[in-house]
């Protein structure tokens, strides 16, 4: 069963960067689209960030020209560096892969990490 582990949350001051990274394990031939939610506190989750197997990318409005996403296909890791970081940004990060391809070509679908906190607060 693959399995996806969120890092790098945290309390940051606004106007700081955190970097989050999201590593998949488990018997893993290839990830197709990997993306990167969240949800605050009373909200609906939200895309933030996601990128195909290709590189192509996509963001939320609300975090254009602050986040960037990117990916290791060599680690199956996905990152979000994110920057110039905002109260408003206060949530819980989720790193999701819509579609996995195990070894022996199993696929699985809407693999969710547990998530990681990030916290903006003076």
């Known amino acids: 069963q693959v399995q996806l582990v969120e890092s790098g949350g945290g309390l940051v001051q606004p106007g700081g960067s955190l970097r989050l990274s999201c590593a998949a394990s488990?018997?893993?031939?290839?990830?197709?689209?990997m993306g990167w939610y969240r949800q605050a506190p009373g909200k609906q989750r939200e895309l933030v960030a996601r990128?195909?197997?290709?590189?192509?990318?996509n963001y939320a409005d609300s975090v254009k020209g602050r986040f960037t996403i990117s990916r290791d296909n060599a680690k199956n890791t996905v990152y979000l560096q994110m920057n110039s970081l905002k109260p408003e940004d206060t949530a819980v990060y989720y790193c999701?892969?819509?579609?996995?391809?195990?070894?022996?070509?199993?696929?699985?679908?809407?693999?969710w990490g547990q998530g990681t906190q990030v916290t903006v607060s003076s």
């Open positions: 999701n892969a819509d579609k996995v391809l195990t070894i022996s070509r199993r696929p699985e679908y809407d693999v």
């Open positions: 488990g018997s893993i031939f290839s990830i197709y689209t």
């Open positions: 990128i195909t197997a290709g590189g192509s990318t």
